[in-house]
């Protein structure tokens, strides 16, 4: 019994273990760090952040089988993940610089981009043209988030907005013109500046509405306690 149990054990552990790399191991701290950050603020567009991880978790994770060989579908299906991520990564930056308007057609284009990035790693994918095109549409997100986010803090000198727009114009799927020039790690420190960015937006706005809050209920003390001495007596 305790043979078929050990052999059983080391069949899930050769499954499951070695699919997990460092840069995937990155993205599940992220993910951690953001739902203990959400129980407690419940900000939306950390919601919203955090469905993108888990949509870049997917694009990394398993593009390789088990056995080491490549599944056919397994590229254009990781590309169209990573648009999708890329998508609701925009969509919580939106959300976060209260620029809700442009949520639907932010959802019409990003719908039409993941249906390329699919197509492009079916059909196309020796195609340099073709895959460049998908660098740019999937780029033209991640600089349009950036600027509503600079945007909305332009007034303010807060390093989490910063970092928030250095780590989504940092995204970016491997393509060995582009990618072979970086250095083998700076994937996982783009993610985790990613990550750090969106926690200290949210802790940044977070301790804005705690103090408009308590601005708001001194004032409305004020106020009572004015009403409650009532108005001065006129002298004759």
């Not at 060995?176 to 802790?203: E, R, Y």
Request: charged share 15%.
């Amino acid at each position: 019994m305790s043979t078929i149990a050990w052999h059983a054990w080391e069949i899930v552990e050769g499954l499951a273990i070695p699919k997990f790399v460092t840069r995937e191991i990155a993205v599940l701290l992220i993910l951690a760090a953001s739902l203990l950050v959400f129980r407690t603020l419940r900000q939306r567009c950390l919601m919203i952040w955090m469905v993108g991880w888990l949509a870049y978790f997917g694009s990394h994770h398993g593009q390789i089988s088990a056995s080491g060989h490549p599944n056919f579908y397994t590229t254009p299906i990781s590309q169209a993940e990573f648009v999708l991520a890329v998508a609701l990564f925009t969509a919580g930056a939106f959300v976060y610089a209260s620029a809700t308007k442009y949520l639907l057609p932010l959802t019409i284009v990003s719908l039409g981009l993941i249906t390329f990035a699919l197509m492009q790693g079916i059909y196309w994918p020796s195609s340099v043209t073709m895959r460049f095109a998908l660098e740019i549409s999937y780029r033209v997100l991640a600089v349009a988030a950036a600027g509503q986010v600079l945007r909305f803090r332009r007034a303010r000198k807060e390093i989490g907005s910063w970092l928030l727009a250095t780590g989504l114009l940092l995204l970016h799927l491997d393509w060995p013109p582009l990618s072979s020039h970086l250095p083998a790690d700076a994937g996982v420190l783009f993610d985790m500046l990613l990550g750090l960015g969106m926690l200290l937006v949210v802790f940044d706005e977070s301790r804005i509405q705690t103090r408009r809050l308590a601005t708001l209920n001194a004032l409305t003390t004020s106020i009572a306690r004015a009403g409650e001495h009532g108005p001065c007596p006129r002298r004759l």
